[in-house]
């Protein structure tokens, strides 16, 4: 056997090495341990397992070792293959000093690692172990800071108490204790981005980057560049400087795919690699780079049709689907129009505006609309109707009329027609509503004037509108 370091021996420390060892380490190590490829521990001394509080070694073998030791870094060492010579790590109360090597088969491929515990009684260091403490909690405090500039969302954010949307907090909230990928599938505006920043804000990868890219918004040659990143000189113009890529940039955080269903096929199968691997090469790099990122994907596109007709790679699709959470679209929460509008209105009064109140003729107008544009539909509503109301601190249906979209406040109304032809109460009925709709949108919500327009009296005009609001066949949930 050659010594540990010799020339000869290059890899470093040999599985062969570490079986000779092992005895040695059983008598006299204050803690030893030895993982194989994926972390999972292979063989512990006798006093590890007791500061552990397990009575048989034997019993923690195979387990993986960070759910033994949550703050162990054994994955790191067998994952790059570069040892943390030294390294302080908390196990409950008791700091350790420590040491973790990867360990090499005969062709060089880390088969494992092994750790060994250096010091247990710190207490000559207790003065460099409490500053190393404020250090770290100094750290994390900044590393937080830092995160919440990059989220703006927490959970309390996805408003809504309809039973679909309690449904979407209780998956987020179950998404957010699981590292595993999560696929938002709904809509466009129904909080798929808010749910992606409440997830991350909300998991314990919260002081780490949450890194967004909207996939349909990069022009597509510059899409590999932006999730890859590019090294200096890749192409001909490029940057002088390494430019990170969104992966680099999320590392240890949260990825967020937004409109994932757009992204180009080749670009499919670079992102699958880059997930699987758990490594990404930068562009006109021969170095991969590893990255450690929680992926959160979301699309308003049927992706199952879209992996039947071969536009999304079905592996992809498997690798991202792993927790799904499908985001209702708000016409399937109508009950939840008068909560979101509280908030809505609070959120748009923190610009500086008046707080406005909405009156329930007014809510009972937007629970008719259909709502193509869900949440994000509402809040460009609401913040029209306080633009243009006589009165900004209350909205009322005259106030909305000129703003919600044409011929949808009233078509939800079912019409009976037989050959073609309605009862002549719905054609009067549907002729005026549409006459006073039009008045209000060219006076801009003034009632004076569109009654003026109309021919009729101001209060003629209000009690013509809280017929509007009246009308029964409302789809609620
Ligand atoms: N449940 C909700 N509660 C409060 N606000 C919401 C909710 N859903 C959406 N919004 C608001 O609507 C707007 C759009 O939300 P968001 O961008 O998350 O939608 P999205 O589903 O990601 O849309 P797109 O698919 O178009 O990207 C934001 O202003 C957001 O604050």
Redesign the pocket.
């Known amino acids: 056997m050659e010594p540990v370091f010799s020339n000869n021996n290059a890899n470093g420390l040999t599985t062969e090495i570490v079986d000779t060892l092992i005895p040695l380490f059983e008598e006299t190590s204050a803690g030893a341990i030895a993982v194989d490829c994926e972390a999972r521990i292979t063989w512990i001394n006798r006093f590890y397992a007791h500061v552990l509080g397990v009575s048989d070694p034997a019993a923690l073998i195979g387990k993986p070792i960070i759910e033994i030791i949550p703050a162990s870094r054994m994955h790191e060492v067998v994952r790059t293959g570069v040892p943390i010579l030294l390294d302080i790590m908390e196990l409950r109360d008791l700091h350790l000093v420590v040491t973790r090597l990867p360990v090499h088969d005969a062709r060089g491929e880390v088969t494992g690692a092994v750790a060994f515990v250096l010091f247990d009684d710190l207490q000559p260091l207790t003065p460099l172990i409490a500053k190393y403490r404020r250090l770290q909690q100094e750290l994390s405090a900044a590393r937080r800071a830092l995160a919440r500039r990059t989220t703006r969302y927490d959970l309390s954010?996805?408003?809504?108490a309809s039973p679909g949307?309690l449904e979407v907090k209780r998956r987020a909230r179950l998404a957010a204790r699981r590292n595993v990928p999560v696929l938002l599938l709904?809509e466009?505006?129904?909080?798929?981005?808010?749910?992606a920043q409440a997830i991350h804000a909300a998991s314990p990868r919260a002081d780490r980057p949450f890194v967004g890219v909207n996939v349909a918004a990069v022009p597509e040659n510059l899409l590999e560049a932006e999730f890859f990143g590019v090294s200096p000189g890749a192409y001909t113009g490029a940057d002088k400087r390494t430019r990170e890529g969104k992966f680099q940039l999320a590392d240890g955080g949260t990825l967020f795919l937004?409109?994932v269903g757009d992204m180009p096929l080749p670009l499919q199968a670079k992102i699958l690699r880059a997930l699987q691997e758990r490594e990404v090469e930068p562009l006109g790099s021969n170095a991969v780079k590893a990255v450690d990122v929680r992926v959160i994907a979301?699309t308003?596109r049927d992706l199952d049709a879209m992996v039947a007709e071969g536009s999304f790679r079905s592996d992809l699709y498997y690798r991202l689907n792993v927790l799904q959470i499908h985001?209702p679209p708000l016409r399937e929460r109508l009950n939840d129009i008068g909560v979101?509008c509280e908030?809505?209105l609070e959120e748009l009064a923190a610009g500086g505006e008046i707080r406005a109140d909405i009156t329930p003729e007014a809510l009972q107008l937007l629970s008719r609309h259909h709502w193509p544009g869900?949440?994000?539909e509402l809040?460009n509503v609401l913040e029209q109707a306080i633009t243009l109301a006589e009165d900004p601190s209350y909205i009322d249906i005259a106030d909305l009329l000129p703003v919600l979209p044409n011929n949808t406040w009233h078509s939800e109304r079912p019409v009976i027609i037989e050959n073609g032809i309605q009862p002549l109460s719905a054609v009067l009925a549907e002729a005026e509503q549409a006459a006073i709709h039009n008045a209000l949108r060219l006076t801009g919500g003034n009632k004076s004037q569109a009654a003026r327009l109309l021919g009729i009296s101001r209060s003629v005009l209000y009690e013509k509108l809280r017929k509007v609001s009246e009308t029964p066949d409302i789809c609620l949930e």
Do not use: I, M, Y
């Open positions: 954010d996805f408003v809504g949307a709904g466009t505006g129904t909080g798929k981005e808010v749910l937004d409109e979301a308003s985001v979101l908030a809505l869900n949440v994000r809040r």
